[in-house]
Structures are given as C-alpha cells and as structure tokens.
C-alpha cells in the first residue's frame, strides 16, 4: 500500500547516493533504549499507538473524540546520548548529539514518524502518551545511500563508510552522525527493502 513520502528537491545524483533539499516537516518522535532493533521496535509501537489514535483531537478536551493520522515513510532511527531529553522544538533527523556514537553501537535512539503534509502543527492532535512529542523541522539538505536488505552492524557501518567517501571525495561537508531511514513493514523480503543512510550537510 502506497504512503506518503517527504518531500524534497533532488540536487545532485550518482547511482545509489543522492543530494536531497527537504521541505520543512513535522515529526512525532520517541525517545527509547536498547540495541537497534529492540528500539526501533519499542519506538515504532509507541509512535503507531499515537497516530492509531492515543491522542486528543485539536482543539477538544481531554475526554472528547481521538483523531487517526495517515502512516507515512520512513520510519527514522536517530543515535542519541543516554542523557538528552528531546527537545520540544528543534532539528526526521537532527545535529548528532554525542561524537562517540554511531548507528552501529548507540544503546539510545530517537524514533522518528513525519507527519503528513497536509497538517500545520496546530491542527495535529495531542499525543495522550507523554512519551511521545511533537517536533517541528526546517528545511535542510541531506546526502543519502539508499541500499536494500537487512541493517547488520556490520552492513551499516559498510554503508556509512560507502556514503563518506563519497561526500569526503565531492568536498562536502557533513553535519554530524548519520541517520538510519527504513522505508518498509519487517515483513518484506530482505531483497526488497528499502535502507536509507542519511547524513544532514552543511551548507556554505
């Protein structure tokens, strides 16, 4: 079933790895521990739960009707030290908060969901679980491998090195940790997967 996709500009492309220039965007994140997977499992039932409808209509008491929020893709894994707190307004992806981590290793992570388009923040419901927040984003560039089959330690930190070189090479200049997007449900066939690695550049 098709889902809606941010959008962005495609600046630059050379096979696998592109430029992209993304539009603003809202997201409903969720601060959660663990290794990679068991996080990205705890995250993604806590943000479905919200856009499922475990929120307050905007607008409405507390008591008054829930609202459901279209799925969208991708579902973004950000590495965070073990003592940030999200912030309610800030940088699906931010500046890496602690150089020591990466997506290999990190025991915390932020999850991510973008909001449809279609929703100003004010018109989204309020998440009932103080878990989960809503944040929103501004524009911002990102360089982005895109790469089929399953995230192992090992895969990602292949990839990861494949996307710096590749940035190190055309003199760009990155901003901090890399992202890890995956774009499809755990049940799809490892060859039909869709893995992004993103990393947000600094513009001159």
Known sequence: MAVEEPKF????????????RYAPLIVAETLVSGDMDAAS??????IADYIFGN??????????????????APVVLEPVAASQKIAMTAPVTAEPLDA??????????????????????PALPRPNNEA?????????????LTYSGLNSASRIQEKTAELSAWLKARGAE??????LARYDPPWTLP???????QIELKLP
């Open 9 to 20: 500009e495609l600046i630059a492309q050379d096979g696998s790895r592109e430029i992209r």
């Open 41 to 46: 499992g705890k995250g993604f039932r806590l």
């Open 55 to 72: 929120n307050t209509r905007a607008g409405e008491a507390a008591e008054k009707a829930s609202q459901k929020i279209a799925m969208t």
């Open 100 to 121: 020591a981590l990466d997506l290999a290793s990190a025991t915390q992570w932020r999850i991510q969901f973008v909001m449809p388009a279609e929703y100003a923040m």
């Open 132 to 144: 989960v927040t809503l944040r929103q984003l501004p524009a911002r560039t990102f360089a982005v």
């Open 174 to 179: 990155p901003m901090g940790m890399p992202l």
């Open 191 to 197: 060859m039909w997967r869709r893995n992004e690695i």
